[in-house]
C-alpha cells in the first residue's frame, strides 16, 4: 500500500540527493504504508528507483529503530548468497530530514503482509514457505567475522541478555501492565535451556512480511527490514517463524482458523525440517523458543501502542495493533501450557 503527499523535508532531500546523484529538480515521493517500525519512501530520482528509510519523530525506546544497523547488516550481506537490497548512503545527521536516515536501491517483487499469500497456488505457497527456510539456514551459515560483523553484537549468552533487555522495555513502558506479559518475564529465564555456543547474525524479525518475492517465482529476491539484527542465536530467528502457526488470522495474520493446509502451506513441522536440512548443525526447537519469540513480539506491540498513545506511530494501524501485545503474550504461555514440541516440533 502506497500513500501520497509524504511528510518529508522534500527541498532538503533534494540537495542531499543531488550532492550524490545528478537527477531532476525534485524528487518523486510515496510513502509506503503498512509498517510499525521505521517510515519508508519510494524515491524516483531521474532514473534512479530508490527507497528511503528513516528513524520515526518523536521519542523512541533507546536502541530501537536502528537505521544505521540496518544499513550495516545488509552491506555486509550484500557480497554473500544472502538476497538483501543494495544499500548505497547513509546519513546519521539528524538536521538533514529531522532523524538520520538512509537510501538503498528498490527490488521489483511481491510483498505479503498476509501469512496465507492470496493470491498464490498452492504449489507455490509450499514453494514459498520452503525458500524462506533455506534463507534462513543461509543466513545463519554466513561467519560474522568474514562479512566485518563480528563486533554486531555481544557473543554468548543471547538469550538471557535479549530478555533482559525486552523486559527492560516492558517495564519502561507507561502503559499499563500485562498478566501474561509478567508471567514470561519470570518462566523465560527460569527455563533457558543450557548455553550451546551457537552464535550466527541473527535477523530479529524474520517474517512472512519482511520478504520480497520474486514477481513470478516461488523465492525470495531480498530479506527487508533488519532493524532488530544482531549476533544472536539461530533459534531465536526459527523460533519467531513459528509464530504463524501458533496464532490466528486477526492475530497479526497468523495461519490458525484458515485452511491453510489445503492453501498448501506445509505443517511447522515441514518448514523447521527444511530449514535444519540446510542448516549448520545446532539443538532441536524448543517450547522456550518459541514463547521467547511470542513474548518479544507482545513487547514490540506494547511499544507501538505506546507510540500510538504518544501519537510518533509509523502507521494509522498502530492504535488498534497495540492490544495484540495481550494477545501473543497468552499465545505464548498456550505453548507453555502445552509443552508440545518434542525433537524438531511437530
Known amino acids: ?40 519512501w519510494f524515491v524516483d530520482w ?8 528513516k528513524k520515526p519523530d518523536g521519542p523512541i525506546l533507546p536502541g530501537a529503530h536502528a537505521v544505521e544497523r540496518e544499513f550495516r547488516v545488509m552491506r555486509a550481506l550484500w557480497d554473500t548468497d544472502v538476497p538483501v537490497p543494495r544499500v548505497l548512503w547513509l546519513e546519521e545527521d539528524a538536521t538533514i530530514l529531522g532523524t538520520p536516515f538512509y537510501v538503498m536501491e528498490r527490488l521489483e517483487g511481491r510483498v505479503f503482509s498476509d501469512t496465507a499469500l492470496p493470491g498464490v497456488t498452492p504449489a507455490d505457497r509450499r514453494a514459498m514457505y520452503l525458500d524462506m527456510a533455506r534463507v534462513l539456514a543461509r543466513l545463519h551459515a554466513v561467519r560474522p567475522e568474514a562479512v ?6 555481544k557473543p554468548g549468552n543471547y538469550f538471557a541478555r535479549q530478555i533482559a533487555r525486552w523486559t527492560k522495555q516492558y517495564v519502561d513502558s507507561p502503559g499499563p501492565r500485562i498478566a501474561a506479559l509478567d508471567h514470561l518475564v519470570e518462566w523465560l529465564p ?38 532488530l539484527s544482531t549476533l544472536g542465536h539461530p533459534l531465536a530467528d526459527l523460533g519467531f517463524c513459528a509464530i504463524p502457526w501458533h496464532s490466528s488470522t486477526d492475530e497479526y495474520a497468523g495461519l490458525l482458523g484458515s485452511d491453510w493446509q489445503a492453501a498448501g502451506i506445509p505443517t511447522r513441522d515441514g518448514f523447521v525440517a527444511e530449514y535444519f536440512a540446510h542448516a549448520a548443525p545446532t539443538g532441536p526447537l524448543l517450547p522456550f523458543h518459541i514463547a521467547f519469540a511470542l513474548f518479544r513480539f507482545a513487547v514490540i506491540f506494547v511499544g507501538i501502542a505506546d507510540r500510538a498513545r504518544a501519537g510518533s506511530a509509523a502507521s494509522a494501524e498502530a492504535a488498534t495493533l497495540g492490544p495484540l501485545a495481550q494477545r501473543f503474550a497468552a499465545r505464548a504461555g498456550e505453548v507453555i501450557a502445552a509443552q508440545d514440541i518434542s525433537g524438531r516440533g511437530r
Open 46 to 53: 531521474g532514473s534512479a528507483r530508490l527507497v528511503l528509510r
Open 190 to 227: 527460569a527455563h533457558m535451556p543450557p548455553e550451546d555456543g551457537a552464535v550466527s547474525i541473527a535477523h530479529g524479525d524474520f517474517r512472512i512480511g519482511n520478504m520480497m518475492w520474486h514477481k513470478t517465482e516461488p523465492r525470495v529476491i531480498g530479506v527487508l527490514d533488519w532493524e
Open 148 to 153: 566485518g560483523l563480528s563486533d554486531f553484537g
Open 1 to 40: 500500500m502506497t500513500q501520497p503527499n509524504p511528510e518529508i523535508d522534500v527541498a532538503a532531500l533534494t540537495g542531499w540527493l543531488k550532492a550524490r546523484l545528478p537527477g531532476p529538480t525534485a524528487p518523486h515521493l510515496t510513502r509506503i504504508g503498512g509498517g510499525q517500525s521505521n517510515p519508508t
